[in-house]
């Protein structure tokens, strides 16, 4: 079955500092896998996408890894803001294009 | 930056009416999708639409819902007669092209509350 499971589903840190979300998928077969950021009572807004060929890739203060053979992804933030309060959500998409969605993990800022 | 716009933000409705939600894609992309979320669920995929006719659907996606592109620049779904369990937040997603890098670009969403 096509699954993507997050992890922690929530997190709390002080700003300023760093923390690492996790993402294990069972999605085949596999094209890319994507991080999105999304607010409170608004749409997901992407942040990285990689292909299978690609381990690391960058946006500012976000990090996104990939180990394909393991079907393992992590989103770090670095020098977390008050902003980066959200629900990061890890999608998988298959050959066809099809999107399997995480439940997402919950970050929150605290000053 | 194009947008997907989706209106409206919030609406509420009795259970057995019909309601429509209505997108507006960025303009020159040619696939476009609805996905929904339930409070505190991961989001779901609804539909897909591409050259004017549904190129996927789930099976939430049964006969109460419709989606329809009547004029070349909205994008539109219909649920004929809602039900309490319809209530979740409706985002309308589009893309360019299919392909690995190419991104969905998703609206930010409308807020269904049937009551």
Not at chain 1, 14 to 28: A, D, I, M, R
Not at chain 1, 94 to 110: E, H, I, M, P, Q
Not at chain 2, 18 to 26: F, K, N
């Amino acid at each position: 079955k096509n699954q993507v499971e997050q992890s922690p589903q929530s997190l709390i840190i002080l700003e300023g500092k760093n923390c690492t979300l996790q993402c294990n998928y069972t999605v085949s077969p596999f094209s890319n896998l994507r991080w999105y950021k999304q607010d409170t009572g608004r749409g997901p807004v992407s942040l990285t996408i990689m292909t299978f060929s690609e381990n690391t890739k960058s946006n500012g203060r976000y990090t996104a890894t990939l180990d394909a053979d393991t079907k393992q992804s992590s989103l770090h933030i670095t020098a977390s803001q008050l902003s980066d309060s959200a629900s990061y959500i890890c999608v998988v998409s298959r050959n066809d294009y099809k999107l399997s969605f995480g439940a997402g993990t919950t970050v929150t800022v605290r000053a | 930056e194009p947008e997907v716009t989706q209106t409206p933000s919030h609406q509420v409705t009795q259970m057995g009416q019909e309601v429509i939600l209505r997108c507006v894609p960025i303009s020159n992309h040619l696939y476009f999708y609805w996905y929904r979320q339930i409070l505190g669920q991961k989001v779901e995929f609804l539909v897909s639409f591409y050259n004017n006719e549904i190129s996927e659907k789930s099976e939430i996606f049964d006969d109460q819902f419709s989606v329809e592109r009547p004029d070349g620049s909205n994008f539109t779904l219909k649920i004929r007669s809602t039900k309490l369990e319809d209530s979740a937040m409706y985002f309308c997603a589009s893309r360019i092209r299919t392909g690995a890098t190419y991104g969905y670009t998703f609206g930010s969403g409308t807020r269904l509350t049937v009551v």
